[in-house]
């Protein structure tokens, strides 16, 4: 299924997220996905989240069509040059994979193996493009495919950067690119999502607001010194803070942003980061 | 030894479109010696630009464009023809073309191709500046090169990475390039160009014959004896 396809049922969408393992053991991977079978419409799986090396996404992507989960395949620039990223891209549909979401992917020093040769032969934009092309039957080469996959195109954009301007054009760009669909970086300012969302209002493409669950003040505090976009206001940090019981504040503080997300975009994107187990009363308490 | 082809005159007259009064600029150093900035290659181009209807209100060739210091002095003799002009048309590799962009307030754009700079970065060497790609991209980047200002050598704009303005690689130290490139732009009124969608590169142009390299080094020491 592809999620642009829910889209023009005009349903508030919801994905969720999949992070492959570092090694083998798929078991707690499974059980996070198996908690919100039928109470989300897709799965991320990430492509080596934060330059880690993990398990990959297009295998797991895989495990989860098997299961009968719908993935978006992740894929970024980062370790792959065009043959493989092409490549790649049709093993992921003959294995029924038909939502991508391209991405530009973080330096190799932010992760686990610092030493490693950076690639970015291909860029967020360029990737988009090679996948619609592909989807048209062509390969960057222009090289006629022997039959061609049908993807639909997602990209990320995010609303918390400063400046904001050349994260809008780039996002123009994206989806002069071919790119059908974006996701956001986690938003915590429902204000600011706002003037976003106005910037943007002539853009013709459905957005689905990111949302990290909050699991402590001092995961708010971290992410806003060390993570790119995003803010978590001092009031959200003191009310995590505060409360005797953080499940519930995390729980609380997520659906009030699905709700107000409700009347600002086509969908939300949640990463529970291990906390799959309350998406469930998040989604309940936000009535999506 | 700096070794630098022209653009094809389509792709120069593609990025002065919209402008009528254009200025030259050509380099005596590696410039000369590749062919691509001498006195005669400026010649030519003023006829070519003259041919294809623009107006060339100066031109000059200096000794050498990867001297910030020097352009700056030397330009002072041309300064109303320059601020006259809509931009300049530099005729070196992007070390100079660079250095021009970083002492003139005006439109840059770059006549050549960088292909080899057999390690060098001219005369100004406080860091790295062109990175050779032979698909010189200056003319849509405010003059700041995309693949040594930004860490991921990206052509189509930012990634989300950056934070207050610095790379997520080495944030103490690297400011983040697309934004550099933006500020630029938007400071010459060229946002524009931020919404051309680049082709992946072409990394044959990045890795010119061994000929092309040694024959040309060849020709300059032969020159220099």
Redo the contacts between chains.
């Keep these: 299924m592809k999620l642009t396809e829910l889209f023009t049922d005009s349903r508030f969408v919801i994905t969720s997220e999949a992070g492959p393992p570092k090694g083998v053991d798929t078991t707690k991977m499974l059980e996070d996905v198996d908690l919100l079978l039928g109470k989300v419409d897709a799965y991320n799986v990430t492509d080596q989240q934060s330059s880690v090396m993990r398990l990959g996404s297009l295998a797991v992507s895989h495990l989860l069509k098997q299961r009968g989960a719908e993935p978006i395949f992740q894929l970024t620039c980062r370790d792959r040059n ?1 043959i493989a990223l092409q490549s790649d891209l049709l093993g992921a549909y003959v294995l029924g994979i038909e939502n991508v979401l391209c991405l ?4 190799v ?2 992760g686990d193996h610092p030493d490693a040769k ?1 690639v ?7 990737l988009i ?2 996948t619609k092309a592909l989807s048209e039957g062509r390969d ?1 080469a222009g090289q006629e495919l022997q039959g061609n996959p049908d993807f639909c195109i997602g990209a ?3 609303p918390g ?3 904001l ?3 809008i ?2 996002m ?2 994206k989806i ?2 071919g790119a059908q669909f974006f996701q956001t ?1 986690a938003v915590y300012d429902l204000e600011q999502f706002r003037d976003f969302m106005e910037q943007i209002e002539g853009l013709d493409v459905p957005v689905l607001g990111g949302i990290i669950l909050l699991k402590s003040a001092g995961m708010a505090r971290f992410m806003n010194r060390n993570v ?2 995003v803010h978590v206001p001092e009031h959200l940090i003191n009310r995590m803070e505060e409360s005797k019981d953080r499940v519930a504040a995390s729980i609380e503080i997520a659906a009030e942003l699905v709700k107000g997300m409700k009347d600002l975009c086509q969908g939300v994107h949640i990463m529970a980061l291990g906390w799959e187990k309350w998406v469930p009363d998040v989604l309940n308490e936000a009535g999506a | 030894m700096l070794v630098s082809e022209q653009k094809p005159l389509d792709e120069i007259l593609h990025s002065l479109e919209g402008e009528s009064t254009i200025f030259l600029l050509g380099c005596s150093g590696c410039a000369e010696a590749s062919h691509t900035g001498g006195e005669q290659e400026v010649r030519a181009m003023k006829a070519s630009l003259e041919d294809a209807g623009k107006i060339v209100s100066g031109w000059t060739v200096l000794d050498f464009l990867c001297q910030k210091a020097l352009i700056k002095t030397e330009l002072q003799a041309f300064r109303d023809r320059i601020l006259a002009s809509d931009s300049l048309l530099v005729m070196c590799c992007g070390v100079g073309v660079q250095a021009t962009a970083a002492v003139v307030d005006k439109v840059i754009h770059p006549a050549c191709n960088t292909l080899s700079m057999g390690g060098a970065q001219g005369e100004w060497r406080g860091s790295e500046r062109c990175g050779e790609c032979g698909e010189c991209l200056l003319d849509y980047t405010g003059g700041i090169c995309p693949i040594t200002a930004c ?14 303005g610095m ?4 944030p103490e130290v690297r400011p983040c390039g ?2 550099l490139i ?1 500020e630029r732009l938007q400071q010459l009124g060229q ?1 524009h160009k ?2 051309e ?5 072409d ?1 044959t142009k990045a890795e010119p014959p061994k000929a092309l390299r040694s024959t040309k080094f060849w020709a300059l020491e032969q020159a220099e004896e």
Aim: net charge negative; hydrophobic share 35%.
């Design positions: 065009r530009t992917g973080d330096y020093s932010l950076p970015f032969d291909l860029d967020s934009v360029s493009a090679a960057l990320v954009v995010s950067a400063n400046p301007e050349p994260q054009i780039k123009e760009n002069a690119a970086q790119a976009g | 860490t991921k050598s990206l052509i189509n704009g930012p990634c989300g990475g950056a934070r207050d790379c997520e690689h080495q697309w934004q933006y946002l931020l919404r969608i680049h082709a992946p590169r990394y």
